[in-house]
């Protein structure tokens, strides 16, 4: 069993391939995955995510500066506020370790400063 932290990776690792590939998204997971069995959690926060992607995308451009859009952002950044987005309105773990999650994500894969916007988004959201 994967930990969360660990699925939260998988998770962002299909989505920035989904975005970057424009692959489908449930392939991407598959192929990320160990195995054929998705864990339920990892499901939720990819294919889920992007079921609802139009909506998860509102709020984000909704939270971002008035002269950034989601589109504009780079994948990595995209798919970790697709994965967080879809969480915080799922509510799948606290908003704090959401959020903690993906400044986490963020500093290990992004430039230095990205986390900052992704707290502020996602603290808006």
């Known amino acids: 069993m994967n930990s969360r932290h660990k699925l939260r990776e998988l998770a962002m690792t299909s989505l920035y391939q989904h975005f970057l590939l ?11 995955s160990e195995t054929n069995e998705i864990d339920p959690f990892l499901y939720t926060v990819t294919i889920d995510a992007i079921r609802y992607q139009d909506v998860y995308i509102d709020k984000i451009n909704a939270a ?62």
């Open 64 to 125: 971002l500066r008035q002269d950034w859009t989601f589109a504009r952002l780079g994948f990595v950044e995209q798919a970790i506020l697709m994965m967080a987005a879809c969480e915080l309105d799922l509510e799948t773990a606290p908003k704090a370790i959401v959020i903690d999650e993906a400044v986490t994500l963020a500093k290990k894969y992004c430039d230095d400063e990205t986390y900052r916007l992704i707290n502020g988004v996602l603290d808006r959201l």
């Open 22 to 32: 424009q692959k489908d998204i449930k392939e991407c997971v598959y192929d990320n």
